[in-house]
Nanobody
Framework: QVQLVESGGELVQAGGSLRLSCAYS????????IGWVRQAPGKSREFVQA????????YYADSVKGRFTISRDNAKNTVYLQMNALKPEDTAVYYC?????????????????WGQGTQVTVSS
């Protein structure tokens, strides 16, 4: 059974930084591409970033390009999201999700497994 557990979300001031972690358990971690998706109150889910099985391919939403960086450590079964220069509009619940498809997914509907989410709040 695949399980994803996010951590690292908290309240931070605008301009600050956070690093989110997504810990994976289940069958081979490298079976899956991993994505981060966020959902702000009253809004639909928004793709943030994704990384391929081997970490060689990454996709970024325009809204976070240059500020957020995704990485993975396959030895630790963990994916990270480094978030810098945070803005109030980054406030959301952040979810990590796993996808076993042929291509890295950049839409939330393609992901097979989801974590429970971690809250990020950026104050102005």
């Amino acid at each position: 059974q695949v399980q994803l557990v996010e951590s690292g979300g908290e309240l931070v001031q605008a301009g600050g930084s956070l690093r989110l972690s997504c810990a994976y358990s289940g069958r081979s971690f490298t079976t899956y591409h991993i994505g981060w998706v966020r959902q702000a109150p009253g809004k639909s889910r928004e793709f943030v970033q994704a990384i391929s099985r081997d970490g060689g391919v990454k996709y970024y939403a325009d809204s976070v390009k240059g500020r957020f960086t995704i990485s993975r450590d396959n030895a630790k079964n963990t994916v990270y999201l480094q978030m810098n220069a945070l803005k109030p509009e980054d406030t959301a619940v952040y979810y990590c999700a796993a996808d076993s498809g042929a291509m890295v997914a950049t839409t939330s509907s393609h992901y097979d497994y989801w974590g429970q989410g971690t809250q990020v709040t950026v104050s102005s």
